[in-house]
């Protein structure tokens, strides 16, 4: 296979998806279609990340039955090419906030098990001052800082949105002080990006997509970033969780709710700072029923979040367009 060219193939394609770091462009070939990962280079790193994807898919690929087979790495330039998981994207036909298919539950909760299972020796080596195993307080720092930064790399800029949005000036400080109240749990590898569009559903099995945010840290924290993403209806959420309880060690799901609750407040919280960040790029090259969209989420999430923060759920698409409008506008873009 001349993997250079393939690459050229997928760079000079009009078709591919992307998120917010790569860009994934199917190419039939010879021996069958594979997808192409190529980095966007202009990307804001707004999450942490310790480990390469071609390293992490290396490593689980003894233990997990449905992450794409990794079929080459190049290093410059630099790209992945992936085994083509053939199927339709969850959030296709069942987007955040509705009920999944009964099946995908399971999926979910199987992928922990396998995840917890991966011995600390087999992963890619950690960054030195990475928290020890079970060290929940430090983890839960690590994650905060990087939230920190994100807003303090953007508070000028964002401003007047951030304080018309109810965003407090210090964001986390109410997580901060609860931190040290985390229960120890062994470390374990996570995917800790477990959403909708990151599941592909064909004849009725679910693939795991998009592993480039894979960390070693506190099994809980998978739990929570899941439920944040998906949104699910209550009593799926209710039965992940159960299920996950007996599935899973009974070391990695020790302690009370409140840890739970502690890495949804602090998700909840990151998601409106980033996410006030990158919609409102998006909006500028958006057409109306995709900015209508946006808005909708947007605002959802501040909600969400300012009920963290103790503050009354306001937003609306209208007010959040309205606040937006000025930041959007020097992007030739007007509400």
Not at 130 to 136: A, L, N, Q, R, V
Not at 242 to 269: K, M, V
Request: aromatic share 8%; proline share 7%.
């Amino acid at each position: 296979m001349n993997w250079l060219a393939l690459y050229e193939r997928a760079l000079g394609s009009g078709e591919s998806a992307a998120g917010y770091y790569n860009r994934n462009v199917g190419v039939l070939t010879g021996e069958g279609r594979v997808n192409v990962r190529i980095p966007l280079e202009a990307a804001d790193t707004m999450d942490v990340r310790v480990w390469r994807e071609e390293e992490v898919l290396s490593c689980v690929a003894a233990y997990v039955g449905r992450a794409p087979g990794l079929r080459h790495v190049s290093a410059d330039p630099r790209f992945q090419v992936h085994h083509f998981v053939e199927g339709r994207v969850l959030d296709g036909f069942s987007p955040r906030g509705s009920a999944v298919p009964a099946h995908v539950i399971g999926d979910v909760v199987t992928l922990m098990e396998q995840l917890a299972r991966i011995p600390r020796e087999k992963t890619p080596p950690l960054p030195a001052d990475w928290p020890e195993s079970g060290d929940g307080a430090g983890f839960g720092r690590r994650l905060a800082a990087l939230t920190q930064l994100v807003y303090d790399t953007h508070r000028c800029e964002y401003a007047a949105v951030f304080e018309a949005f109810g965003i407090p000036a210090e964001p986390l400080a109410v997580v901060e002080p609860r931190w040290d109240t985390l229960v120890s749990r062994p470390f374990v590898v996570l995917h800790s990006d477990l959403h909708r569009k990151n599941m592909i559903v064909a004849d009725g099995v679910t693939w795991f997509l998009d592993w480039e945010l894979a960390l070693w840290g506190d099994p809980v924290y998978e739990l929570a970033i899941h439920f944040n993403k998906m949104d699910y209806p209550e009593e799926q959420r209710a039965e992940v969780l159960r299920r996950w309880r007996e599935r899973l060690p009974a070391a990695c799901t020790a302690g009370p709710a409140a840890d739970l609750e502690l890495y949804l407040a602090h998700e909840r919280i990151k998601s409106a700072i980033v996410d006030t960040v990158r919609y409102s790029k998006q909006l500028a090259g958006a057409g109306p029923a995709e900015r209508d969209h946006l808005m909708d989420r947007l605002a959802r999430k501040l909600n969400v979040a300012r009920a963290v923060w103790g503050e009354s759920p306001e937003m609306t698409r209208d007010r959040v367009a309205r606040i937006l409008a000025p930041w959007v506008e020097r992007e030739s873009w007007t509400p």
